[in-house]
C-alpha cells in the first residue's frame, strides 16, 4: 500500500530487516529527507561522511550502499529513476528559514517535522544527523567548492528503492524548504514491501 506525506510534514515508522523501502515523487520536483536509526540501538544512526568517505563521490545512486556511524551497512539502494540526491546538507529547520530566507515567524522544517515524528521512537532532537536527501539537486564547482541548490531533477512519478540491512526506524519528510523543491511544496508517497523470500 503507497501512502502518503502531506507537503511540509514528515512520518516515522519501523523497517524490518529486508524489507524494502520505495520513496516516491508522485508530482515531480519534491524533495524527501531520509533518516534511519539501528531499531535496536538508536545511537546507531545513518552517516554522511562514512557513507561518502567509502564511495569516495558524492552523488549516490543504484547498488550503493548507505552506512552507519559505526561502518555498517544500513540500507542498499536497489533502483534508482533519478540519479541526483543529496548527502551533503542537514534538514532545514527554523534557524534555516531564519538565517537563510529571513522569516520572522519560521515553520519548523523538515528538522522540526522529523523530530515529531521520530519522538515515539525514542529519537530527540539532538540525534537527528544529516539526512540522505532524496531528489535533491545540489551542483557543486570542483574548482571553488561551492554549491547551489537547484530544482530536483524528478518528474512525477520517479522514485529511489532501498533494502533495509537491519532492523530500522525511518524518518521521511516531504520537505518544507521553497529552494529544494522548486518554488513550491508537494507531497512525497512511499511504499514498504515485504522483499524477496529468504
Do not use: W
Not at 7 to 34: H, M, N, Y
Not at 94 to 100: E, N, P, W
Not at 174 to 198: E, H, T, V
Amino acid at each position: 500500500m503507497v501512502e502518503t506525506i502531506p507537503p511540509r510534514s514528515g512520518a516515522g515508522f519501523r523497517l524490518p530487516k529486508g524489507a524494502e523501502l520505495t520513496v516516491i515523487d508522485p508530482q515531480g520536483c519534491q524533495v524527501s529527507d531520509l533518516l534511519a536509526f539501528n531499531a535496536d540501538d538508536l545511537r546507531e544512526v545513518i552517516s554522511s561522511g562514512r557513507t561518502l568517505d567509502y564511495a569516495s563521490r558524492l552523488y549516490l545512486t543504484t547498488g550503493d550502499p548507505l552506512y552507519s556511524n559505526r561502518s555498517n551497512v544500513m540500507l542498499s539502494i536497489l533502483e534508482d529513476t533519478v540519479g541526483r540526491h543529496d548527502f551533503l546538507l542537514t534538514p532545514c529547520s527554523k534557524d534555516t528559514f531564519r538565517i537563510i530566507y529571513g522569516d520572522t515567524d519560521p515553520h519548523r522544517g523538515c528538522f522540526g517535522n522529523l523530530a515529531a515524528a521520530l519522538q515515539p521512537y525514542g529519537v530527540e532532537p539532538d540525534m537527528i544527523p544529516t539526512a540522505f536527501n532524496c531528489f535533491m539537486n545540489v551542483p557543486i564547482d570542483g574548482a571553488t567548492g561551492t554549491f547551489t541548490v537547484e530544482p530536483p531533477l524528478s518528474k512525477a512519478g520517479d522514485f529511489i528503492r532501498f533494502r533495509a540491512e537491519m532492523d530500522l526506524v525511518i524518518g521521511l519528510t516531504a520537505c518544507s524548504a521553497l529552494q529544494s523543491n522548486g518554488g513550491s511544496f508537494k507531497p512525497i508517497q512511499y511504499r514498504i514491501d515485504a522483499g524477496p523470500a529468504a
